[in-house]
Every structure is written in C-alpha cells, then in structure tokens.
C-alpha cells in the first residue's frame, strides 16, 4: 500500500526542510519527497501538521538486544561481553541477538529504526557487531546483510578484566601489544591467502582467529575503536596508521583534548554518552561541550546511548548538546546521515530521499526538544508505532 504523509515540517536532511511537505512511500521504499505532490487516491494518507517528519533515527552504537533487559540483580544474563580471552574477532553479535529484548519497543516508539549493536569493550578484539532494523522475530529478520564491523577497545575496561586476573593486558602497553600482535599475524596470513589466490604461494594452514581478521587488515571491515581517554585516542591512531585500518573512534568523550589531531584526519567521532557520570578515571573529563567542539574541528560527528533502552533518551541528550555548542545541522545529521554513513547504509538510510528505505519518524515538536513525543515510527514502509490517529 502507498502511504502519504502530508503538511509537516519535512527534514529531509540532505536536502532542506520543507514546509507543508509530503513524503510518499510504498512498497517499502519512499517514492517521493516534495510539496503539493499529486497523492494517488488509493494512498493512506496520514496527515502530519504541526509535526516534524525526518529519516528514522540511527544509533550506530548500542548494546541493544544484547544486554537482556530488564536486568537481574545481580545481572547473570547479559550477551554483551565474552570475558573468556582478550582477542575474539571470531564472535558474532549476531548469535546472541534477541529480538524480543525489552529495550526494541522502547526505543522504536522513540522514532529510531535502525541501531549498530555489538560486543562490548571488556576485549581488546571483541568481535563483529552489525546493524539491524528494529522488527522481526528472528535475527535474521532483523539484521542488515553485510553490515558487520569489528569491535576493538582500549582504556580501562580490557586491563580490569584480565588485568586484575594476573592474565595479559595488565597495561595500556599490553593492550596495544596485544592488537598489534594479532593484527600483525593476521596481515602475514592474509598476505599469504592472497599469494595463494594468486596461484605464487602456498595456503597458509587454516587458523580461524586470523580468518576474521583478514577483512580488517585488508581496509575491508571497518573497525570501531572504544576510547575514551586522549592518550588510548592517540594509540588508536597509531595502529590504524601501521595497519591502514578504516576505523572510526567510540565514545571520544576526552576527544576535545586532541582536536587540532582528530580534525586534521576528519576522523569519524561515535560521541558518547555524554550524560555518563565519572565512574572510572577514564570518564572524569566527560563535558557536554565534546561534540561540539570536534564538530567545530573538522570531525565527523555520530551520537550514541551506548547501551539498550536507554537509546530511547537520546534525542533529550541531543537537546543538551545543542545549548552547549553543537549546531542544529550536525545535530540532526549525527543520528541520520552521518550515522548511516559510519554504517556504509547510507545509500540506504539516514535521509528522505527517492528510492531509500522507507524508514520515517514524525515527531509532535522539535525532535530534541523534551517537550516533543515520537507520534509515529515506520520502518520500509510498515508503520510500528502510530498515535496520530
């Protein structure tokens, strides 16, 4: 069925806002955005005045389905973190995804359709995480074919774990050391596939640890680095650049010490959570100014929750943010465009636009205002959550 959502304020976020504006979709994909389209007779038309329509909301990094919400005290059932061994490119998100999580309504009445969830940072290669629609029953109506990205960490979390174990990394030097090692053996077992393939080499013998880092050594998985502090920033730069890792920073919260450095690069910033107390050293210096500030730098920004329901109050964080230097531009574009992009979905997701995903939030008020409700979430073209009616 055509659907038409008509007389909003419509942002499509690549290409303006509109007034009185109308987005036709069908077939789970949008037709048309304009004014004064011509709406087919048999179209459901949904009318939007008063609301702000805009591209369904993108969290890129989030724990969601993972974490088994609502939790037990104490919490035995989180998927989130393998804490048997510090390096495990071989997991897979995907295998713990439970669509039926507490946290996928809560967050998809918030207008968010689509979220990055993975591993956690208690190792230092945790595994692929990947992107997922919130619907379906099963993970495999849920995930996005191909999106998969590895997860790495650095900082606080993987040295407690194994640290206060007498097992390595004890310190930031075994962290590194340790990435780097494993990143290292997986180039000389990739460099030699490739020989194989090439029909000048011998196939090294299968080491499936290694197999899943090939796609990283090669520039082909993006990586996504947990740092907080500036120095775990820097070090994370520094193995990007020996290994030619396509990467993007997570969390950054001590980012804006080292602006001049990230915005030189442009580098990619998943900010957040800003609201997050300093509950570990690492976090002390965390202000609701980072955004802003690496924006103004020359960064690229993406904002995140960082765990499951919570995503569902991101877009009042948001509204924090803009009274504290981050402009309303890269706001909307840090939870759209710029977070579809960080996905390689952006060809799919993050703006309204002729022949993408149908994916569509409408928003009662100023979509980061905390006086504003989502009134309706529609995910390719299948409406999930409507209170306008």
């Known amino acids: 069925m055509m659907t038409a959502l008509v007389g909003g304020t419509v942002q499509t976020i690549t290409h303006g806002i509109l007034e009185e504006g109308t987005v036709l979709a069908e077939n789970g994909k949008i037709l048309a955005v304009g004014k004064n389209l011509d709406i087919p007779s048999e179209a459901q038309v949904i009318h939007t005045h008063g609301c702000w329509v805009m591209p369904g909301l993108i969290d890129c990094h989030t724990h969601l389905c993972l974490m088994s919400e609502p939790k037990t005290m104490p919490s035995l059932q989180s998927e989130t973190n393998e804490k048997s061994g510090p390096i495990t490119p071989y997991l897979r998100a995907s295998d713990a995804l439970n669509p039926f999580d507490y946290a996928v309504n809560k967050v998809r009445e918030a207008g968010f359709t689509t979220v990055y969830t993975g591993p956690g940072s208690c190792n230092l290669i945790g595994g692929m995480g990947i992107s997922c629609k919130l619907r379906g029953n099963t993970a495999d109506e849920m995930m996005i074919p191909g999106s998969e990205q590895m997860k790495f960490a650095l900082g606080e979390n993987p040295k407690r774990i194994y640290g206060m174990e007498g097992k390595s990394p004890v310190t930031r030097m075994g962290s590194a050391g340790l990435i780097r090692k494993a990143l290292f053996e997986a180039k000389r077992y990739s460099d030699a596939l490739f020989h194989s393939e090439q ?11 290694l197999h899943h880092l090939v796609p990283v050594v090669r520039g082909e998985m993006k990586v996504r680095i947990h740092c907080h502090r500036a120095d775990d920033i820097a ?28 915005g030189v690069r442009k580098a990619t910033c998943v900010v ?16 609701l100014e980072t955004a802003g500030v690496l924006d103004k730098a020359g960064c690229k ?11 569902a109050w991101l877009p009042v964080e948001i509204g924090l943010l803009l009274r504290r230097g981050l402009s309303e531009e890269t706001a909307f574009r840090a939870v759209t465009i710029n977070a579809a ?6 060809h799919r ?7 993408k995903d149908a994916d569509i939030a409408v928003f009662d008020g100023h979509p980061f205002s905390n006086l504003s409700l989502c009134r309706l979430t529609m995910i390719e073209g299948t409406i999930y959550h409507n209170t306008l009616s």
């Open 199 to 209: 029909g000048t080499g011998v196939p090294p013998p299968f080491d499936y640890s």
């Open 301 to 311: 920004i993406c904002l995140m929750a960082d765990t499951a329901s919570r995503t």
């Open 349 to 355: 997701l993050g703006s309204l636009e002729a022949g």
């Open 341 to 346: 992009e960080n996905l390689e979905l952006d």
């Open 272 to 287: 957040g959570p800003l609201l997050l107390e300093p509950n570990k050293e690492e976090t002390r210096t965390i202000c």
């Open 235 to 262: 070090t994370a730069l520094r193995l990007v650049d020996e290994f030619h890792l396509k990467y993007s920073i997570e969390h950054a919260t001590d980012g804006i010490r080292i602006k001049e450095v990230l």
